[in-house]
């Protein structure tokens, strides 16, 4: 098992900036990648961003592609979301999640981190 807690969330204005942070325990050599979702009332959960833990290869989507940067301490076993330019609708909770390498599902989450951006 991997065991996951977000920190970092927050209330900000448009155009601040937040870093979350996902501190991982347990099997953790059991994880290939890590990603950041979010969800917001009313909506899906939609991927944020991914990174591969070995690597460091990362992936955005589109909305916060030169915004957001995914970045992680294999030392630490932490990953971390630096999330600048906020926007009011980024507003959301925002989870962070372990993948095995065995699989293709995100099988391990955090219990959520809410951000909320104002105008």
């Known amino acids: 098992q991997v065991q996951l807690v977000e920190s970092g969330g927050g209330l900000v204005q448009a155009g601040d900036s937040l870093r979350l942070s996902c501190a991982a325990s347990g099997r953790t050599f059991n994880i290939a990648k890590m990603g950041w979702f979010r969800q917001a009332p009313g909506k899906e959960r939609e991927l944020v961003a991914i990174?591969?833990?070995?690597?460091?290869?990362?992936m955005y989507t589109d909305s916060v592609k030169g915004r957001f940067t995914i970045s992680r301490d294999n030392v630490k076993n932490t990953m971390y979301l630096q999330m600048n330019s906020l926007k009011p609708e980024d507003t959301a909770v925002y989870y962070c999640a372990a993948r095995p390498p065995t699989t293709g599902a995100y099988e391990y989450w955090g219990q959520g981190t809410q951000v909320t951006v104002s105008s």
């Open positions: 990174i591969t833990w070995d690597t460091g290869s990362t």
